[in-house]
């Protein structure tokens, strides 16, 4: 986490950053970046209910987390307010239809480890960066709650992370395979947003440096090597 952070005040974003948040660019943009965070942590609720289903010994740990989730997303719902910003719901639903199935398709067939891989690594990872990144570019009121927000999801990621460790030589295989096929759709997300989040003066180069940070970390933390992160992070970066 401090790695993170760091990471967060050190980066030569090279852009203005004093940002006009009430400017029609910045506020056109924002309807979209503002709608993915709701939707994000709706999926993150939505993701966490389903796991408490699929893993009832840890059911009260899972409500715990998926209630955090639900109010992260009424804290964002309230930044979009101040702003007087109405977020686009049905392109965040569309940007994250593609995880959405991903999840959705395994937790039919009970592959927990892909289902984790997905919500406590990538989407856990993904959020944590791209928070991260924002802070220093927030408008006052989000940055506050932006601020409370991901110190909640490094509690999310742990969850994840701890488990899978305490599972690694059985969750191995399938580890990879999810990673394989959901890693590049990161990729297809960031390419997605790189014009509305330059809008916010969030640097795209960042954005992927600070998951790719993240998402190494807690690879290394679940038991996988150097060189096998090294090799799992390199999935679909020829999309980039």
């Known amino acids: 986490m401090q790695q993170l952070?760091?990471?967060?005040?050190?980066?030569?974003?090279?852009?203005?950053?004093?940002?006009?948040?009430?400017?029609?660019?910045y506020k056109d943009a924002y309807s979209r970046i503002n709608a993915i965070v709701i939707e994000g942590e709706q999926e993150a609720y939505d993701n966490y209910i389903k796991l408490k289903e699929l893993m009832p010994e840890y059911a009260e740990t899972l409500l715990g987390l998926a209630?955090?989730?639900?109010?992260?997303?009424?804290?964002?719902?309230?930044?979009?307010?101040?702003?007087?910003?109405?977020?686009?719901?049905?392109?965040?639903?569309?940007?994250?239809?593609?995880?959405?199935?991903?999840?959705?398709?395994?937790?039919?067939?009970?592959?927990?480890?892909?289902?984790?891989?997905?919500?406590?690594?990538?989407?856990?990872?993904?959020?944590?960066?791209?928070?991260?990144?924002?802070?220093?570019?927030?408008?006052?009121?989000?940055?506050?709650?932006?601020?409370?927000?991901?110190?909640?999801?490094?509690?999310?990621?742990?969850?994840?992370?701890?488990?899978?460790?305490?599972?690694?030589?059985?969750?191995?295989?399938?580890?990879?395979?999810?990673?394989r096929q959901n890693l590049p759709i990161v990729w297809k997300m960031l390419n997605q947003v790189e014009s509305d989040a330059e809008a916010l003066a969030m640097d795209k180069e960042a954005l992927i440096e600070a998951f790719m940070i993240q998402y190494g970390e807690a690879l290394a933390n679940i038991g996988f090597t150097t060189r096998e992160i090294m090799s799992l992070s390199a999935c679909g970066l020829a999309k980039n």
């Open 67 to 179: 209630k955090m989730e639900m109010r992260h997303k009424r804290g964002f719902e309230s930044c979009g307010r101040n702003l007087k910003v109405t977020p686009d719901m049905q392109f965040a639903q569309e940007f994250f239809g593609e995880l959405h199935q991903n999840f959705q398709t395994a937790a039919a067939k009970g592959q927990i480890v892909t289902c984790l891989l997905i919500q406590s690594l990538i989407i856990e990872c993904f959020a944590i960066a791209a928070y991260n990144i924002y802070i220093p570019v927030a408008d006052d009121f989000a940055r506050k709650i932006t601020q409370g927000v991901v110190e909640d999801e490094y509690k999310h990621l742990n969850f994840g992370e701890e488990w899978l460790k305490g599972n690694f030589t059985a969750s191995r295989t399938e580890l990879e395979a999810a990673n």
């Open 5 to 25: 952070t760091q990471l967060t005040t050190e980066i030569d974003f090279d852009v203005d950053l004093h940002v006009d948040f009430r400017s029609e660019t």
